[in-house]
């Protein structure tokens, strides 16, 4: 899900005080410390994605909000 | 905790649960989390001397949730898709005696170890820790004080769903601190791959 359409499911939720902050890329290199996703797994990503893809996967950031 | 909201529909069901079939898996297969670098990385020092080793171990989140969700003595807070119980043992230790912490988590074995490590921080008299998926919550309507979660949201096939439920069990005025992965857009080479799906 997309930060902007994560944002607009929580206001359709009924959240308010929305905010979205803390961005932080995840990249190939950042997922090999989870034993989820194998070495072979990890280095068929790097084999295929371009250097710059591989370096940013994701973004993880931090969802506050309250209910009314 | 007894009420379990409304019957999901069976197109819903199948995805929901090739999904956790797949996550089950691969949470089943593995030996350890992501273990002490990724958690002094994430978490505070005065927060990673909270936590006894097998909760650090066994640390497969995202981000920092308890340090987002200020929370307070005497509260209610919900972790959803505790794992092995880190966010839970923090988020016990700043409720106190008088608050009560619920660990939401849909593997049996997970729960099992969250239950161990919260016994090993010493907040196991306020941790009650449940089976249960984030698309039907096992929590009464408006009794929550904070929800939190680290990177779980993300694997719901329903993640509207997921709000919603959020939204119905916390009490008027509680907050919500989630840390997840968001994305723009996915190459189709992790899109197709299940082994994706499960972290």
């Not at chain 2, 199948?14 to 079939?21: F, K, S």
């Not at chain 2, 988590?105 to 729960?111: F, N, S, T, V, Y």
């Not at chain 2, 196991?124 to 680290?150: H, K, Q």
Request: proline share 6%; net charge negative; with cysteine.
């Amino acid at each position: 899900m997309s930060e902007r359409v994560f944002d607009k499911q929580l206001k359709k939720a009924g959240f308010r005080d929305i905010e979205i902050f803390g961005h932080q890329p995840y990249g190939v290199d950042d997922l090999a410390p989870y034993p989820l996703f194998p070495e072979p797994f990890l280095d068929a990503l790097r084999r295929l994605l371009s250097p710059e893809r591989a370096r940013n996967l994701a973004t993880a950031v931090v969802i506050r909000a309250r209910k009314p | 905790m007894s009420e379990v909201p409304r019957a999901l529909d069976s197109r819903d069901l199948m995805r929901q649960q090739e999904i956790r079939d797949v996550a089950d898996q691969a949470y089943s297969s593995i030996a350890t989390g992501a273990g002490r670098p990724m958690v002094e990385h994430l978490y505070d020092p005065e927060q990673v001397a909270l936590l006894p080793a097998g909760a650090i171990n066994w640390a497969l989140g995202v981000g920092n949730p308890v340090r987002n969700a200020e929370v307070r003595a005497g509260e209610t807070v919900l972790d959803v898709g505790c794992g092995g119980g880190i966010d839970s043992i923090l988020a016990a230790k700043l409720v106190g005696a008088s608050g009560r912490v619920i660990g939401l988590d849909a593997l049996d074995i997970m729960l099992e170890r969250a239950r161990a490590h919260a016994e090993d921080a010493g907040v196991a008299n306020r941790c009650e820790f449940l089976a249960g998926t984030m698309e039907a919550i096992p929590a009464l309507d408006g009794s929550v004080d904070v929800a939190i979660s680290n990177g779980v949201v993300n694997l719901s096939p329903r993640k509207t769903r997921v709000l919603a439920e959020l939204w119905r069990v916390l009490k008027p005025g509680g907050r919500l601190a989630v840390v997840d992965f968001v994305v723009d857009d996915l190459p189709p080479e992790v899109l197709t791959s299940d082994t994706a799906w499960a972290g």
